[in-house]
């Protein structure tokens, strides 16, 4: 039997578990209490039948046994992370444990005052989020090397998709194009992170990639074109340091940075050639796919 194990059952692993879970013979996984695990384990996730638990549920150490990819979407604490703080011994006990996916971020790279960084750019994280995943990355990375476990460090920029995106934003009313000069961002739409997570399962790849889009832009940018699509009345421009102010520690973290990200290792390594280029492609074809319809 050839599984697959979510420390997480995230957004980003149910798109990979409807792409992708065809290809194995169980799926399992963690949510963060037990009506979460009660309601997947009952209805599963695509059409697809999954094996859900709360994280400090037993049975989920006992569901790790025929884990051939194991994706890690939970995020760490100030310790690292708690999968391999809970799980590491049950980890190695796994022999069929062929792959590993860490899905972390690009905040570990900091602020780069809008210029390009690769995997090759030395980590420094600013905000103590981006600090305890690039320590979650270490930890992960030891772990294959000790254990000869390929281990996949995925680092993620702004993730959007079906139900989680600009069009809704605007649909809803709740978008806002907040401007700060110079501020360039990059994006991946959900499903091009699933197809990298299933080349780098094949080819068992084992290291850093940015998992990004070929166009980081301005914040503002999504936004106005997918008042477009929509025939919205475009949201008024609103500066950063006017509303500054109301913005919370999360989202005053995201504009403290600015970088533009490469993805030429996940191109040439993975072999993975973008479904969605740019947010323009994501965001039209989400809006040809009737995603913001109900809303409009």
């Keep these: 039997m050839s599984g697959l194990f979510c420390f997480g059952l995230s957004y980003t692993a149910a798109a990979y578990i409807e792409r ?22 009952k209805n599963g996730i695509a059409g697809r039948a999954v094996d859900a638990f709360a994280f400090d549920d037993m049975r989920a150490a006992k569901s790790l046994s025929d884990a051939a990819l194991l994706i890690v979407s939970i995020p760490p604490d100030a310790h690292g992370d708690i999968a391999l703080r809970d799980y590491s011994d049950r980890l190695r006990q796994t022999s069929a444990l062929r792959s590993i996916i860490y899905l972390s971020t690009i905040g570990v790279y ?11 750019t030395m980590p420094n ?7 305890e995943r690039l320590k979650a ?11 000869g476990i390929p281990v996949a460090i995925f680092r ?14 605007v649909a809803r009313g709740e978008a806002r194009r907040i401007v700060k000069p110079g501020q360039v961002f990059n994006r991946i739409h959900v499903h091009d992170i699933a ?28 936004i106005a074109y997918a008042a477009d699509l ?12 006017d509303i500054k102010p109301t913005l919370s520690p999360m989202a005053l973290s995201f504009y403290a940075e600015s970088k533009r990200v490469r993805n030429t290792r996940m191109k040439d390594e993975l072999g993975v050639s ?9 965001l039209r074809a989400l809006f040809e796919q009737g995603d913001a319809a109900n809303l409009r």
């Design 20 to 41: 992708h879970g065809a290809q194995f013979s169980r799926i399992a996984g963690t949510v963060r209490n037990a009506d979460k695990a009660e309601q997947i384990a």
């Design 156 to 169: 993620l920029p702004g993730i959007y998709g079906p139900g989680r995106n600009a069009l809704i934003n």
């Design 110 to 120: 900091g602020d780069h005052a809008g210029a390009w960084v690769d995997e090759t």
């Design 274 to 282: 973008l479904l969605y280029p740019s947010y323009r492609e994501g």
């Design 125 to 131: 994280p600013k905000s103590a989020r981006s600090r």
């Design 195 to 222: 197809q990298a997570i299933k080349a780098a399962y094949i080819r068992r790849a084992n290291g850093i990639f940015n998992i990004c889009d070929d166009e980081p832009a301005p914040a503002q940018d999504p």
């Design 137 to 147: 990355e270490l930890q992960w990375q030891d772990f294959g090397r000790a254990t």
């Design 230 to 241: 929509l025939g919205a009345v475009l949201p008024a421009e609103v500066a950063f340091d």
